[in-house]
């Protein structure tokens, strides 16, 4: 008897309990909060996350691609790079950052704005950014998750397949050309877009700009189709150094505000100019803004030597004589993340041009341009840049003109030096060109057979928690390896 009130009793609970729940989720809701954050305070986020932190920016940009395109040099072990060691933990760091914060971030807004009905301006800057992110990946890695990244919380897919590049690269560019259409004239973005203040007409042209960057990349494995979308893409590119495609950044309070690069030189003393990169350079009146002597800050010209890259502690027992970035100017936490120059437009439409390909202009007048404005860009990224006047630009390309018979190699160079700190371009651009011409180190310890990468390496935790699509990945593409070419690289 005692058995059957006991089961009554717990039946007559659970009934009550179903009608006592009634309403109970609506009570629980706090009136008081938003259900969903505004789009514009999750985008301010995703653009400093693309930014980046002091982890990849340490790894990724300066430890592994600073070094082996031979913009700086470093006799520390650690700095894996231009020694060719793997590192599997610094190599893989965009990786390991980028998918849980950009990647997340940008495809959660997405998704807000498609279920919010939003088709104009956000959606359009939205997925120009988006293109960026996944571009720095797939550039890095090669077939990359893509079409399902991202999608754990929205659509459950935790195991997410790689994408051809391929196929990647043909919807970064449908993508470009549709989200420039949808920019109107204005945005409520505002404040929180940290790259054009809700500027929608620069956001447009920044669209176009990216998309003659990625139809320039496939000059290489398919020059029909990088002519195509070139040629749609110049005639409505950013169009002077107001243009710049750059993340504003504080000094605080957090560590995400900040600069990521900066963040690094306050960590690390080890990194001096390359030897490469300051030869280059003489004769140029960029070199004693990005460049000082490190024992005592000077930047005249004649204490200014560059540090030969695969320099070891051994080889090289005191680099105090070496020049340095100059702390004075382009290191600071609180100075923009450069991630496309109106420079590397006009050097791109001189390729163009050299290439025979339809644009406005001739080679010679784009690459004329295209040094100017890298000149000049300095002074209006980092605020202790000295100016450089037009009568420099114009004693410097008087002295060194153009010579179409060397054309894509003079503005293979040039591109390099524009893309100092912007390491991810400046690595892909040297790949897709093989301009300027380097030669390779060759450290005892390497893994490349004294070639410089032509990648950086995937997780390889992925071949254990996504190992079906891991292996597809390097069964298409090729061992997960520094020497395994990505698509548009082969």
């Given at each position: 008897?005692?058995?059957?009130?006991?089961?009554?009793?717990?039946?007559?609970?659970?009934?009550?309990?179903?009608?006592?729940?009634?309403?109970?989720?609506?009570?629980?809701?706090?009136?008081?909060?938003?259900?969903?954050?505004?789009?514009?305070?999750?985008?301010?986020?995703?653009?400093?996350?693309?930014?980046?932190?002091?982890?990849?920016?340490?790894?990724?940009?300066?430890?592994?691609?600073?070094?082996?395109?031979?913009?700086?040099?470093?006799?520390?072990?650690?700095?894996?790079?231009?020694?060719?060691?793997?590192?599997?933990?610094?190599?893989?760091?965009?990786?390991?950052?980028?998918?849980?914060?950009?990647?997340?971030?940008?495809?959660?807004?997405?998704?807000?704005?498609?279920?919010?009905?939003?088709?104009?301006?956000?959606?359009?800057?939205?997925?120009?950014?988006?293109?960026?992110?996944?571009?720095?990946?797939?550039?890095?890695?090669?077939?990359?998750?893509?079409?399902?990244?991202?999608?754990?919380?929205?659509?459950?897919?935790?195991?997410?397949?790689?994408?051809?590049?391929?196929?990647?690269?043909?919807?970064?560019?449908?993508?470009?050309?549709?989200?420039?259409?949808?920019?109107?004239?204005?945005?409520?973005?505002?404040?929180?877009?940290?790259?054009?203040?809700?500027?929608?007409?620069?956001?447009?042209?920044?669209?176009?700009?990216?998309?003659?960057?990625?139809?320039?990349?496939?000059?290489?494995?398919?020059?029909?189709?990088?002519?195509?979308?070139?040629?749609?893409?110049?005639?409505?590119?950013?169009?002077?150094?107001?243009?710049?495609?750059?993340?504003?950044?504080?000094?605080?309070?957090?560590?995400?505000?900040?600069?990521?690069?900066?963040?690094?030189?306050?960590?690390?003393?080890?990194?001096?100019?390359?030897?490469?990169?300051?030869?280059?350079?003489?004769?140029?009146?960029?070199?004693?803004?990005?460049?000082?002597?490190?024992?005592?800050?000077?930047?005249?010209?004649?204490?200014?030597?560059?540090?030969?890259?695969?320099?070891?502690?051994?080889?090289?027992?005191?680099?105090?004589?070496?020049?340095?970035?100059?702390?004075?100017?382009?290191?600071?936490?609180?100075?923009?993340?450069?991630?496309?120059?109106?420079?590397?437009?006009?050097?791109?439409?001189?390729?163009?041009?050299?290439?025979?390909?339809?644009?406005?202009?001739?080679?010679?007048?784009?690459?004329?341009?295209?040094?100017?404005?890298?000149?000049?860009?300095?002074?209006?990224?980092?605020?202790?840049?000295?100016?450089?006047?037009?009568?420099?630009?114009?004693?410097?390309?008087?002295?060194?003109?153009?010579?179409?018979s060397k054309g894509l190699q003079m503005i293979g160079e040039q591109y390099w030096a524009a893309?100092?700190?912007?390491?991810?371009?400046?690595?892909?651009?040297?790949?897709?060109?093989?301009?300027?011409?380097?030669?390779?180190?060759?450290?005892?310890?390497?893994?490349?057979?004294?070639?410089?990468?032509?990648?950086?390496?995937?997780?390889?935790?992925?071949?254990?928690?996504?190992?079906?699509?891991?292996?597809?990945?390097?069964?298409?593409?090729?061992?997960?390896?520094?020497?395994?070419?990505?698509?548009?690289?082969?």
């Amino acid at each position: 008897m005692k058995k059957i009130l006991l089961t009554f009793f717990a039946l007559s609970l659970v009934l009550s309990s179903c009608e006592f729940d009634k309403g109970f989720e609506e009570m629980n809701v706090n009136p008081s909060k938003a259900s969903q954050l505004d789009v514009a305070n999750k985008f301010a986020s995703v653009v400093l996350q693309t930014s980046g932190g002091r982890y990849e920016n340490w790894r990724a940009s300066l430890i592994y691609q600073s070094v082996m395109i031979q913009h700086f040099s470093a006799v520390a072990g650690y700095w894996s790079g231009d020694k060719y060691y793997r590192n599997d933990a610094y190599a893989t760091s965009l990786w390991d950052r980028y998918y849980p914060s950009a990647v997340k971030e940008i495809e959660d807004i997405r998704a807000q704005l498609t279920a919010e009905g939003n088709t104009g301006s956000e959606m359009g800057m939205t997925r120009i950014l988006r293109v960026f992110i996944y571009s720095r990946l797939t550039d890095l890695h090669g077939d990359v998750p893509y079409s399902e990244a991202g999608q754990g919380y929205i659509n459950g897919i935790l195991k997410p397949k790689y994408d051809a590049q391929k196929d990647i690269y043909m919807d970064f560019l449908k993508e470009l050309e549709e989200a420039v259409a949808q920019i109107g004239a204005s945005t409520t973005l505002g404040v929180s877009d940290l790259v054009f203040q809700g500027d929608t007409a620069k956001w447009k042209a920044w669209g176009n700009s990216m998309m003659l960057r990625l139809a320039m990349r496939l000059s290489k494995v398919d020059a029909a189709t990088a002519q195509a979308w070139a040629e749609k893409a110049a005639p409505n590119t950013m169009t002077s150094n107001d243009h710049i495609a750059m993340i504003a950044h504080t000094d605080g309070p957090e560590g995400i505000n900040k600069n990521g690069h900066g963040e690094v030189f306050d960590a690390d003393s080890n990194p001096r100019m390359s030897k490469t990169f300051v030869d280059w350079l003489k004769d140029d009146p960029r070199l004693p803004i990005l460049a000082a002597r490190r024992s005592d800050g000077s930047t005249a010209i004649a204490d200014l030597i560059g540090m030969p890259n695969g320099s070891t502690g051994v080889t090289v027992p005191d680099t105090s004589i070496y020049a340095e970035p100059n702390r004075n100017v382009i290191t600071g936490r609180a100075v923009p993340m450069v991630l496309q120059t109106y420079a590397e437009v006009r050097l791109l439409k001189a390729e163009m041009a050299q290439r025979g390909w339809s644009v406005t202009g001739s080679a010679q007048a784009h690459y004329d341009a295209g040094v100017k404005a890298a000149m000049q860009m300095l002074s209006g990224i980092y605020p202790n840049a000295a100016a450089i006047t037009d009568d420099e630009v114009t004693a410097y390309l008087a002295a060194k003109p153009y010579d179409a018979s060397k054309g894509l190699q003079m503005i293979g160079e040039q591109y390099w030096a524009a893309t100092l700190l912007n390491e991810y371009e400046a690595f892909s651009n040297w790949r897709r060109t093989g301009f300027p011409v380097l030669t390779p180190t060759n450290d005892p310890g390497n893994v490349t057979g004294g070639t410089i990468p032509r990648r950086l390496i995937y997780p390889t935790g992925e071949g254990s928690t996504n190992k079906e699509n891991y292996d597809a990945a390097n069964a298409r593409q090729g061992e997960n390896n520094f020497t395994t070419r990505v698509w548009w690289d082969k």
